[in-house]
């Protein structure tokens, strides 16, 4: 009873607050959504049809309800455009999450074992790229990346290269790309697990017989597991759906769903068959997000 | 050529030396000396125990010990051997931390044996192992828990059986029992105590407890500010405190400070702010003429009228008139606090011998206390 009486006033407000969030800004616009992509085309203010006209009455929305069809969803399933796009997509969340993680985890690991006045500086060298513009600092890598760019330089003074090579339009670009974008995501959750990790832990284990090698693999790693979820999870869901990099550094030869969205959008103007495929990135998402909820929860239970 | 006779004896080396010999070892953190030129021999199966104030530097050591500490200069010799390149994971040292630091992630049955598996142990050897060591510690049905589900005296038993499965040739306790409760505190000293004797292992434990240090330990290390002040078995160092800060430090005690005004044969008069107090001549003999005249409580004796006259035994005896200012009542023990006439505090104890003690004084009373030379011990500074 007390519990009731702590969300009171202002203080329930605040409790209802992130629900209240959560309805209006993606509840109602993935109804929104939802509802375009059971639609069909039509060329009209809006693109679409059935509208749910309520000044039409009842009868009107029951037929507006009736028209409503999965036509878009059996075309995404069908047609091997879209099924190759949502495949590519996962492949290459995958493979840039894996690079992330090989990448994130060393640097996570040494920022944690730092001197503590050298933890905040190098905590400030993982987000001060974040001041500059995302945007441009992907043009900034096109930059870096053309035929005479800084790379192609840099080779070519070494002598690792005889020609320029070609680097943009590739897919080793794009992973660059999303690799240097994502890599803070990757890093700031495991240096949290690890910088709390208590030290006298790996003194523990090394007193009972692990080597400082083994003591890692049995104690430092799986402790850290719940960073490496948090990082996994905070870089491959938005990869899967990521546009901008793709867009602007990886070839045209083959599409990721969010260039797809773009394309159905913009170009076509199929609203409906574009939302189909967002609710259908969307529900591809859910495994992974209650695979994280799963985790997080256990790791509640340990932390009772 | 006498070497040449004692050669045929194969342990002829690590006789003369103990099982390990702490050789003039330093530690210092950024300029402060946590360890100072500390040397110490622990023999093969005894019970050592640290006993010293907060801050001393008794962890350290024990962190030295354990590898986890390098030295700053000496040397550290294990059966003969400098174990100061073995690394930590290769010495046959194991410690109990004085966090605990278990393993957040492992059930009790795994934390236990977490080093019996480094050790590559037979899996059935060590069920058998760690069931020992739960039956020891009685955390039988605590098995599966994991650390965060435990209370801090469970953690604290769990952390011990840890360190001791490996039954390792030294054991390193940091205060191993501080946060169980009086009864388990005992029982569990007592178990120590038999698992040591048993196995014939050799602890090192930390302690604040006098009490355990001075039950569970062959020897008593006493250490302030990075130095061992006196090395000595309990009863030694109860009776014969080697300094006025020791004798403070270990059990309750009255000091007198005062000047020699004579000395006899065996004797010692010493005159004190409370009177001339007579005092046993020291075993070693006394240089200063200012010294410190010190009297456990529990030697005081009170009477209404003071000693009986005792023809058989014609010892002097040290007389000293007071009022009694504070009683306390401590269960087993009676503690008295008297004002002397001099102006002087003395302290008494006596045990409470009967249930109903029509002997028992009160405050405001006048009494005489009374002790003999041989119960006083004169400290220099
Ligand atoms: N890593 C360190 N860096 C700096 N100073 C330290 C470090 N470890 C210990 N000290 C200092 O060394 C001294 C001895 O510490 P130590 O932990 O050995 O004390 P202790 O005798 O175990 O005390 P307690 O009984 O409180 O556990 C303390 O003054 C402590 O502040
Ligand atoms: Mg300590």
């Known amino acids: 009873m007390s519990a009731r009486r702590i969300f009171t006033g202002p203080a329930r407000l605040a409790a209802i607050a992130p629900y209240l969030w959560m309805v209006l800004f993606f509840l109602v616009p993935f109804g929104f959504v939802l509802k375009i992509s059971l639609s069909q085309t039509a060329i009209a203010q809006p693109p679409y049809l059935p509208v749910f006209d309520p000044t039409q009455g009842f009868e009107a929305i029951k037929a507006a309800f009736a028209a409503l069809s999965l036509d878009n969803f059996k075309l995404l399933v069908s047609d091997h455009l879209y099924v190759l796009s949502y495949l590519r997509s996962l492949v290459v969340a995958v493979v840039s999450t894996s690079i992330l993680l090989l990448i994130g985890y060393p640097i996570a690991y040494g920022m944690a074992r730092l001197p503590q006045r050298w933890q905040s500086v190098a905590m400030m060298l993982v987000i001060v790229p974040f001041w500059t513009s995302f945007l441009i600092r992907i043009y900034a890598w096109i930059n870096i990346l053309q035929h005479d760019g800084l790379l192609n330089q840099i080779l070519l003074a070494l002598h690792l290269v005889s020609a320029p090579v070609v680097w943009l339009s590739t897919d080793s670009a794009m992973y660059i790309g999303l690799v240097y974008s994502y890599l803070p995501f990757m890093i700031l959750p495991l240096y949290a697990t690890l910088a709390k990790m208590d030290p006298s832990l790996l003194e523990a284990a090394n007193d009972l017989g692990a080597s400082p090698l083994r003591a890692f693999w049995l104690l430092t790693f799986p402790l850290s597991l719940p960073g490496v979820g948090a990082g996994v999870l905070l870089c491959f869901i938005p990869i899967v759906g990521e546009f901008v990099i793709p867009d602007l550094l990886a070839g045209s030869h083959s599409l990721m769903i969010g260039q797809i969205l773009w394309l159905e959008f913009f170009t076509n103007k199929d609203w409906p068959v574009a939302s189909a495929a967002a609710v259908a990135l969307l529900i591809l998402l859910v495994p992974p997000l209650l695979l994280y909820d799963r985790l997080q929860r256990r790791q509640l239970e340990g932390a009772r | ?381």
């Open chain 2, 1 to 381: 050529m006498a070497e040449e006779l004692s050669k045929p004896e194969p342990q002829a080396v690590s006789a003369d030396l103990p099982l390990l010999r702490i050789d003039a070892v330093v530690k210092t953190f950024g300029g402060f000396r946590a360890v100072d030129r500390l040397s110490l021999d622990i023999g093969a199966g005894e019970f050592f125990a640290l006993l010293g104030p907060s801050g001393c530097g008794k962890t350290t050591l024990l962190r030295m010990l354990a590898g986890f500490e390098t030295l700053d200069e000496g040397r550290i010799l294990l059966n003969g051997t400098d174990i100061g390149p073995v690394l930590p994971h290769q010495r046959p040292v194991n410690m109990m931390f004085q966090n605990y630091a278990l393993f957040p992630h492992l059930t009790v049955r795994d934390n236990i044996a977490f080093g019996l598996r480094r050790a590559r142990m037979p899996r059935s050897q060590i069920d058998t192992r760690v069931a020992e060591m739960i039956a020891l510690v009685k955390l039988e049905g605590l098995e599966t828990r994991k650390p965060d589900q435990l209370s801090g005296g469970q953690k604290q038993r769990v952390a011990l059986a840890r360190s001791l499965a490996r039954r390792p040739k030294v054991l390193l306790l940091d205060e191993p029992l501080a946060a169980l409760d009086k009864k388990l505190r005992e029982s569990t000293q007592l178990e120590l105590m038999e698992v040591q004797r048993r196995l014939g292992m050799t602890f090192i434990i930390v302690t604040h407890d006098q009490e355990e240090a001075m039950t569970v330990a062959d020897r008593i290390g006493v250490m302030a500010a990075g130095r061992l002040e006196q090395v000595a078995t309990p009863r030694e160092l109860y009776e014969a405190p080697g300094s006025r800060w020791i004798a403070e430090f270990v059990g309750d005690i009255n000091l007198f400070e005062g000047q020699v005004a004579s000395r006899e044969a065996n004797r010692l008069a010493v005159s004190t702010n409370a009177g001339m107090l007579l005092a046993a001549q020291p075993r070693q003999p006394i240089t200063n003429t200012i010294v410190a005249v010190a009297i456990r409580p529990e030697k005081v004796k009170l009477s209404r009228r003071g000693p009986m006259p005792d023809p058989l035994n014609a010892q002097a005896v040290n007389r000293l008139e007071g009022v009694v200012t504070d009683v306390g009542y401590l269960g087993g023990l009676t503690t008295y606090k008297l004002k002397l006439d001099s102006g002087a505090v003395l302290r008494s104890s006596m045990a409470n011998t009967a249930r109903i003690d029509i002997d028992a004084y009160s405050a405001g009373q006048r009494v005489v206390a009374w002790f003999t030379p041989d119960d006083c011990v004169v400290l220099e500074q």
